[in-house]
């Protein structure tokens, strides 16, 4: 069994800043990808930002130059800072790994269960 668990959401106004960390535990070989997507309420979840085992990074367009992900593989732990916030940037936050749990012969994509990031104007 994986557990995903996130930390660091909240209530903030435009133009801060907030950091999401998310701890995956349990019986783990390996974690390939790790990322962060968002959903905002009546829309479909979308890809925030994702970092390989090696450190190569991917961005939304939209979040591209005041997001930064980052992980520590010594930790399974990977991290989202987030500068410059906007009241578009309003969703639930999942944290998403792709694990290979011990005596598994393929990888599974595990989710958290989400943590609220609400910007103010």
């Known amino acids: 069994q994986v557990q995903l668990v996130e930390s660091g959401g909240g209530l903030v106004q435009a133009g801060g800043s907030l950091r999401l960390s998310c701890a995956a535990s349990g019986s783990i070989f390996s974690i390939n990808a790790m990322g962060w997507y968002r959903q905002a309420p009546g829309k479909q979840r979308e890809l925030v930002a994702t970092?390989?085992?090696?450190?190569?990074?991917n961005y939304a367009d939209s979040v591209k130059g005041r997001f930064t992900i980052s992980r520590d593989n010594a930790k399974s732990t990977v991290y989202l800072q987030m500068n410059s916030l906007k009241p578009g940037d309003t969703a639930v936050y999942y944290c998403?790994?792709?694990?290979?749990?011990w005596g598994w012969g393929l990888s599974v994509d595990y989710w958290g269960q989400g943590t609220q990031v609400t910007v103010s104007s």
């Open positions: 970092i390989t085992s090696r450190g190569s990074t």
């Open positions: 998403n790994a792709d694990v290979t749990p």
